[in-house]
């Protein structure tokens, strides 16, 4: 048993539980206050299956897109460890603050681009109020969008991942472990 993986797995794996648990909750929040601008627990509770069927492909897009920043942080944290021969609270602390800035690029970017491309969709059908029609239970939109959606994070999530796999820089992590040895 490599004590190193289980720690590395570990990390990965509680990474993964918290942030997926606040990406879809910071996502439902930022849907229904930017996008919706109505209850959603009301528009849910009363069977809407259009806004469910719209809800769950924007978190699936944004989920498999921010999830591309979990790798880096655990690929960074890997590299620490080893180079120092070991766990310590302070690597620990210092990759797990890369994450965050990891993630909230990860976020901001999936956002901007989901936004940006609903905002050229929704141009394109101008005589159509998508938002609306979402809200007013249109399932053929809904499925429409949600299609639209979930294949463009789809096709974007490998460009966001290497981004932000472009960040960590392992030539300066290596030279800052050989002065700290």
Do not use: W
């Not at 996502?27 to 209850?39: E, G, H, N, R």
């Not at 159509?128 to 053929?140: L, V």
């Amino acid at each position: 048993m490599d004590r190193l993986l289980i720690i590395l797995a570990s990390y990965e794996i509680i990474l993964s539980l918290v942030m997926g648990l606040f990406t879809i909750m910071i996502t439902l929040i930022l849907i229904q206050k930017v996008v919706i601008k109505k209850s959603l627990e009301e528009m849910l509770l009363s069977k809407n299956i259009s806004i469910g069927i719209f809800l769950g492909s924007v978190v699936f897009g944004v989920l498999a897109n921010v999830n591309g920043s979990i790798e880096p942080a655990v690929n960074l944290l890997q590299t620490k460890m080893m180079g120092q021969g070991g766990f310590s609270f302070s690597v620990f602390i210092g990759s797990l603050l890369q994450f965050f800035v990891f993630y909230i690029i990860s976020f901001l970017i999936t956002f901007f681009l989901l936004f940006a491309t609903l905002k050229v969709g929704f141009s394109l059908t101008k005589r159509i109020n998508e938002i609306e029609e979402i809200t007013s239970g249109n399932a053929a939109i809904t499925i429409a969008l949600a299609f639209y959606i979930i294949g463009f994070c789809y096709f974007v999530r490998p460009a966001t991942k290497n981004f932000v796999g472009s960040l960590v820089n392992y030539e300066l992590v290596r030279a800052d472990l050989e002065n700290n040895h």
